[in-house]
């Protein structure tokens, strides 16, 4: 009988355990609405280089046999820069103008007998086209001798050098970097399903990894018109202040300023479901629906439904329900 008691007492217990379990308010953590900035950006990645500057490569394939300039050094339109190895363009000048100086003076023996009336005119006019033929090729010879120099295309510094005395070199090869170590820009790319929302004169936010913690600014100051179909990108020009403590090759990651606002409502990630939020208010919760601004991982603008210093549920328990009661989790 004793027995019989302890075991239906025990079954109350288990009853009133599991009643009390299914009945309990859920725990739940919580947080305020903050107030802070939010900012809608285009992100892109580029590189720094001077607004003036080319590449300097040769115009024929050569062995290097002089370099003339050192980076850093300051050089003029026109000035040489290395001296690709002529011993073959010579030989072929000096031939070339052997056959021109034998065909003038061919020209010259042919006029003497036309006047004498000892040649025909058609001589004469062979002897004239093989002239200027034999002339034409000492010239293109000539300039080919001259391709041997590379020169500056333009005024500037030296900004880099790539080559040295014994290289083969060949046309798509970049010698010398030649241009003006200020003004600076970054040259960036951004992808085409954002190049519609990018606009001239926009404000820049960068990031290098030579300046950690650091953010720089610059200025949208170029659109190129026509994309890259094969990297499905547009190519972005963006200006940098004279003050710039960025240097030419450096890496950057750039957000292009869409919108920004200073005083949006937050709240952490955690706290929506869907594109809904539980406010708690005295010890219950309200669902309510929200129009969310711009989503980043550590905090969610609330353009709509919510204000600065109301409390929401973070990680709303899949069986939350709106006017339920909730407890704070310890």
Same mark, same amino acid.
């Given at each position: ?6 075991? &239906? ?14 009945t309990?308010?859920?725990? /739940?953590?919580?947080?305020?609405a ?7 950006a285009v ?7 001077? /607004?003036?500057?080319?590449?300097? $490569? ?9 370099v003339m300039?050192?980076e850093?050094?300051?050089v003029?339109?026109?000035q ?9 363009a ?11 100086? #034998?065909?003038d ?6 006029r ?15 002897a004239?086209?093989?002239?200027r033929?034999v002339r034409?090729?000492?010239?293109a ?7 041997? &120099? ?5 005024? $500037? ?5 790539d ?5 083969v ?6 010698? #010398?970097? &030649? ?7 970054v ?11 990018v606009?001239?004169?926009?404000r ?8 950690p913690g650091?953010v ?6 170029q ?8 990297r ?14 960025l ?26 479901? $869907?594109?809904?939020? #539980? ?9 309510r ?10 905090? /969610?603008?609330?353009?709509? *439904?919510?204000?600065? *210093?109301?409390?929401? /549920? ?17």
């Amino acid at each position: 009988m004793r027995r019989r008691l302890v075991l &239906i007492l025990l079954l109350v217990l288990a009853v009133g355990a599991s009643w009390f379990w299914w009945t309990m308010p859920p725990a /739940v953590a919580i947080a305020m609405a903050t107030t802070g900035p939010a900012l809608r950006a285009v992100y892109a990645t580029g590189s720094v280089e001077p /607004v003036h500057w080319a590449r300097v $490569g040769p115009a024929i394939r050569a062995r290097v046999a002089e370099v003339m300039v050192e980076e850093g050094q300051r050089v003029t339109e026109g000035q040489p820069l290395a001296r690709l190895d002529d011993r073959e363009a010579r030989h072929r000048v000096e031939e070339a103008d052997a056959r021109a100086r #034998f065909a003038d003076d061919e020209l010259a023996r042919i006029r003497t007998l036309v006047t004498r009336d000892i040649a025909s005119r058609s001589a004469l006019d062979r002897a004239e086209a093989e002239s200027r033929a034999v002339r034409a090729a000492a010239d293109a010879a000539r300039r080919r001798l001259d391709d041997t &120099i590379v020169r500056a295309p333009a005024d $500037g510094l030296v900004l880099r050098r790539d080559v040295e005395v014994g290289e083969v070199v060949d046309t798509p090869a970049s010698l #010398f970097w &030649i241009g003006e170590p200020s003004p600076l820009r970054v040259t960036a790319e951004v992808d085409e399903e954002d190049i519609a929302q990018v606009r001239e004169g926009q404000r820049v936010l960068l990031r290098a990894d030579a300046f950690p913690g650091q953010v720089l600014t610059a200025t949208v100051g170029q659109i190129t018109p026509k994309g890259d179909a094969t990297r499905k990108a547009y190519r972005v020009r963006l200006a940098l202040p004279d003050d710039t403590p960025l240097l030419i090759g450096m890496t950057v990651e750039a957000n292009i300023v869409l919108r920004q606002t200073d005083d949006a409502v937050l709240i952490p990630p955690a706290a929506l479901r $869907g594109d809904s939020v #539980f406010v708690v208010q005295r010890q219950m919760v309200e669902r309510r629906q929200v129009e969310l601004g711009v989503q980043g991982p550590r905090a /969610v603008e609330v353009l709509r *439904g919510l204000a600065t *210093g109301e409390t929401v /549920v973070l990680n709303p328990p899949a069986g939350l329900a709106d006017g339920q009661a909730i407890r704070l989790r310890p």
